[in-house]
């Protein structure tokens, strides 16, 4: 799913585009349920939640799959799940940070660490990574949406940190705590976001060359094909040479 991973080097390719397809409804579905379970089922008065909708409509989700989801929220014994989080150290000792939703959290460790040690990384306890990292909002607008100048005015004005434009996005930069009024604001000009969330964004990246690149990428492949795992986080990025 959109944001789920930061790294910059090859995309995993599998091939298998209707597998791939079901396997991010799914995870698209399970963040709109706890969305709508934590706050309000509305969609207007519940930040999260619109965040959520707004990520699976451009993932293009059937709406009758976000309207079974939210639906689902109110059935307390289906939609009992945990946010968690993992961090470690993968392939070649470089830090990762693993986010799950998942209603079954001895599963869902057992699996990531079975990962982890099969590309020859180990998970570590809460901190033993993430101090690599900072939590910081993000909100992904495509370039179609607005210019590069205005784009960085609106920013400003609406108390962001930071404003990226890149080939084919806007990426805003805020406070994490700040995120939704930020937003909010750039709502009153931009109605369609690519994604609104909270990121770990490395403190000092490790670059790494090609050879070293498709088994990281493999590794994080195999923490996307695990239906628990929303989100991955990694310092790495591939070395231009």
């Known amino acids: ?4 991973s930061h790294w910059a080097g090859i995309k995993h390719k599998k091939g298998r585009a209707d597998e791939q397809r079901a396997r991010t409804f799914s995870k698209l579905s ?6 709508a379970k934590l706050g309000s089922p509305e969609i207007d008065s519940n930040p999260r939640l619109r965040a959520a909708v707004q990520l699976a409509k451009k ?12 639906k689902k929220s109110q059935m307390s014994a289906e939609s009992n799940y945990e946010n968690l989080r993992y961090e470690g150290f993968g392939p070649f000792k470089i830090a990762f940070i693993v986010e799950a939703l998942t209603d079954n959290k001895n599963r869902t460790a057992s699996s990531i660490r079975t990962i982890f ?4 990384g180990n998970l570590g306890t809460q901190g033993s990574a993430s101090h690599n990292f900072e939590q910081v909002g993000v909100i992904k607008i495509d370039k179609k949406e607005i210019l590069d100048e205005e784009i960085f005015e609106l ?16 990426e805003i930069h805020c406070k994490k705590n700040e995120i939704y009024n930020v937003k909010k604001k750039i709502e009153s000009k931009i109605q369609n976001f690519i994604s609104t969330e909270i990121e770990w964004k490395p403190l000092n990246e490790v670059e ?9 990428d493999e590794f994080l492949g195999a923490l996307e094909d695990d239906d628990d795992v929303q989100r991955v986080y990694t310092n790495s990025i591939l070395r231009n040479n």
């Open 59 to 70: 993932s293009n989700m059937p709406k009758s799959n976000i309207e079974r989801a939210i």
């Open 30 to 35: 399970k963040e709109i349920t706890v969305a």
């Open 117 to 120: 040690q099969k590309y020859g």
């Open 155 to 170: 920013a400003i004005e609406s108390g962001a940190e930071e404003c990226i434009s890149k080939e084919k996005l806007h």
């Open 208 to 216: 790494v060359g090609i050879d070293k690149a498709e088994i990281i």
């Open 1 to 4: 799913m959109a944001g789920h």
